[in-house]
């Protein structure tokens, strides 16, 4: 059984940094890619970067583009979101999430963790 759970998350103050962790189960992260996304207060959620499970190649947003930094410990069986110099806009639920890597750039993976809170303010 296909299992995600996030950790992590909390509240920190703007230029702050934080790291989230997915950790998963029911699989190996060398068999489907994992994808943070987020949703923030009254908005849609957006896909935030990706890890392929082949290579562990890495994508990003553009507007975290430079600042996170997602990484896989194969050992551990867990994915990393590594966030520095946070803004008020990134305060949102971080998900993290698996499937096949198209699905998760197309934004409908099947399997989805519950959720971490993220909240950047002073």
């Known amino acids: 059984q296909v299992q995600l759970v996030e950790s992590g998350g909390g509240l920190v103050q703007p230029g702050g940094s934080l790291r989230l962790s997915c950790a998963a189960s029911g699989f190996t992260l060398d068999v489907y890619a994992i994808g943070w996304f987020r949703q923030a207060p009254g908005k849609e959620r957006e896909g935030v970067s990706c890890?392929?499970?082949?290579?562990?190649?890495?994508y990003y947003a553009d507007s975290v583009k430079g600042r996170f930094t997602i990484s896989r410990d194969n050992a551990k069986n867990t994915v990393y979101l590594q966030m520095n110099s946070l803004k008020p806009e990134d305060t949102a639920v971080y998900y993290c999430?698996?499937?096949?890597?198209?699905?998760?750039?197309?934004?409908?993976?099947?399997?989805w963790g519950k959720g971490t809170l993220v909240t950047v303010s002073s």
């Open positions: 999430a698996t499937d096949h890597l198209s699905t998760i750039v197309a934004g409908t993976p099947h399997y």
């Open positions: 890890i392929r499970n082949s290579d562990g190649e890495t």
